[in-house]
């Protein structure tokens, strides 16, 4: 586990666990918005002062940057282990209902920071927002691909459009994460999966 040099104001330097300063610092973005946190924010909820900070992450982009890898690598992530499930439907379905799970998951701040982030981006922050974008881009690209390769292994109808039912999943992902940031709970997001599941194609 990495460990950096911090150099408080006064006193002698102090070490501090990068791994859960990052998870600190995804806790405030996750929270915030990208926009909406502040060095401040962070350097206080992270335990380190902007020197350590800058020395360890880089600037506040890359520092956010390196917050949602974090994300997309956590235990909780439903979304790559998804993609490994023998069938086209137990991939929706691991999908859809780690998604009503998750994003509306007390312990930590409700929805997911990716869309949210890039929802709430400025014209400042737009390298930000085009980073988030490609992330969602590649995540459908992967779920397109193994749609396609359903469709030749016979799982899903020949007559499937593989490119828009990833698109449609996602959009539904992404809609549950902003119902789940207005408040909704796991179990509506759960019976807005299973209506999802209704409409999926199988052979």
């Known amino acids: 586990m990495s460990v950096v040099g911090c150099t408080p104001n006064v006193g002698r330097p102090r070490a501090f666990d990068m791994e859960t300063a990052l998870e600190k610092a995804l806790e405030v973005f996750w929270k915030k918005g990208y926009d909406g946190t502040s060095l401040v924010d962070l350097t206080e909820t992270m335990g380190i002062n902007k020197p350590s900070l800058y020395a360890a992450f880089g600037n506040k982009e890359q520092l956010f940057l390196k917050a949602i890898e974090l994300y997309e690598s956590r235990p909780c992530s439903f979304f790559l282990p998804a993609l490994e499930q023998p069938t086209a439907y137990q991939v929706a379905e691991h999908m859809l209902y780690g998604a009503a799970m998750n994003m509306a998951d007390t312990s930590h701040p409700q929805g997911c920071v990716v869309v949210q982030g890039a929802l709430s981006c400025s014209e400042a922050a737009a390298s930000v927002k085009a980073a988030l974008t490609n992330r969602r881009v590649e995540g459908e690209q992967k779920l397109c691909a193994r749609f396609e390769r359903a469709k030749q292994e016979g799982d899903l109808p020949a007559t499937a459009d593989a490119q828009t039912l990833a698109r449609f999943l996602g959009t539904v992902l992404q809609g549950m994460a902003i119902q789940a940031n207005n408040g ?13 599941l209704q409409a999926f194609p199988r052979v």
């Open 184 to 196: 909704a709970t796991s179990e509506q997001l759960r019976q807005v999966a299973e209506m999802t």
